[in-house]
């Protein structure tokens, strides 16, 4: 059985060490990508409707919320369903980047020990799988856009920025969660319990006018305009201008926080994994 033979360059600065491996996972992309692929058709091999109960359990979670807080909030189906599933959709990302980013490196412990692959193929590994799942999830979007005759015009193709800006960022971040959850095993919990909070407290079924006076307060959170750079130009909604050039700001910072952390503690992962 080969071993993992890690060569630490002490020589190297943490961002030199980190465009060093994602540069070697760059040139592997075609490995990542096959074995994004074979993940996902494993997760769901002898299913009966296979990857698409990803489409049904979005199409199931998207319809309830619009039911129920639509009747609540007094706003007709056709108006409260796109609202709900475009955030549903989101979150989705969201969270996927979220959560399956504390587990990506410990959950590929075997892997990176094993074969002298660079670390962050892993990451790579898991934004494309994120890609396949919201491939899955749009089918529901698409559906109810051509339900209730949702016009779709030039603006609301900056949907597809928020999407590249919501990838790129996931990527960065993941980076930088997979490597601190590897030295605390606790802190997956930790995001996975904030996260769940967090859906609450983000505008995914309710409408930030509800808050009365308060409702500026909603641009306080992050999510919010991580939802609204791909609602927003669906929808026709305003502030498109605050809510891109918030995100862009996260994925301007993304990248930073994601390689220091990386380039600095990635040559530990063997040891705590």
């Not at 890690?6 to 465009?19: D, F, M």
Request: glycine share 8%; with cysteine.
């Amino acid at each position: 059985m080969s071993t993992y033979r890690y060569e630490y360059q002490a020589g190297l600065s943490n961002w030199q060490r980190a465009y060093q491996d994602l540069k070697d996972s760059w040139a592997r992309r075609s490995l990542w990508i096959d074995m994004a692929i074979r993940e996902f058709n494993h997760k769901y091999r002898g299913a009966g409707f296979g990857a698409f109960w990803l489409t049904l359990t979005t199409a199931t979670t998207a319809t309830g919320l619009a039911l129920l807080y639509g009747y609540l909030f007094g706003r007709p189906i056709e108006e409260h369903l796109p609202y709900v599933t475009c955030a549903i959709l989101t979150w989705g990302l969201i969270t996927g980047f979220a959560n399956n980013g504390c587990a990506v490196f410990v959950g590929n412990a075997h892997a990176f020990k094993e074969f002298p692959l660079p670390s962050s193929l892993f990451v790579f590994r898991l934004a494309f799988t994120q890609v396949i799942s919201v491939a899955y999830r749009a089918i529901v979007l698409v559906a109810v856009l051509l339900l209730f005759s949702v016009p779709v015009t030039l603006v609301s193709l900056l949907s597809l920025v928020g999407f590249v800006m919501l990838v790129w960022t996931g990527f960065w971040i993941s980076l930088a969660l997979g490597v601190i959850n590897a030295r605390y095993r606790d802190f997956g919990q930790l995001v996975s319990a904030f996260m769940t909070f967090a859906f609450f407290l983000t505008p995914i079924f309710w409408l930030p006018d509800r808050l009365g006076a308060y409702s500026a307060y909603v641009n306080l959170n992050p999510f919010y305009h991580m939802i609204q750079v791909i609602r927003g130009p669906i929808l026709g909604h305003d502030e498109l201008l605050l809510h891109f050039g918030v995100v862009a700001g996260f994925a301007v910072v993304a990248p930073l926080i994601g390689a220091f952390v990386f380039g600095k503690l990635s040559h530990r992962l063997p040891y705590w994994c």
